[in-house]
């Protein structure tokens, strides 16, 4: 099983970034997904969530309107599209797969948003 992100890097205030997320080992489609981040010193929050099928997603408050999960089922693949991004929006971002008791993480992207 592997998830692998890609796609971070270094952004100004204001700026955008595609995040990626590549599956295999499993099926893919079965899994609801999920994005999660965790900034230095602070605990793993989630910031945006995709059913497996993709009809329904639900978003972290502070991310409401700029971000957006989607998912390709046939590539295996989920996306992140942040958009207007904030100084607070620095940290590192996983990809986390779930059915029932399965879990399976990525190991992390580093976004950074600086001027």
């Known amino acids: 099983v592997q998830l692998v992100e890609s796609g971070g890097g270094l952004v100004q205030p204001g700026g955008s970034l595609r995040l990626s997320c590549a599956a295999s080992g499993f099926t893919f489609s079965n899994y609801a997904m999920s994005w999660y981040r965790q900034a230095p010193g602070k605990e793993r929050e989630l910031v945006a969530a995709?059913?497996?099928?993709?009809?329904?997603?639900n978003y972290v408050d502070s991310v409401k309107g700029r971000f957006t999960i989607s998912r390709d089922n046939a590539k295996n693949t989920v996306y992140l599209k942040m958009n207007s991004l904030k100084p607070e929006d620095t940290a590192v971002y996983y990809c986390?797969?779930?059915?029932?008791?399965?879990?399976?993480w990525g190991q992390g992207t580093q976004v950074t948003v600086s001027s």
């Open positions: 995709i059913t497996s099928a993709g009809g329904s997603t």
């Open positions: 986390r797969a779930l059915r029932g008791f399965l879990i399976y």
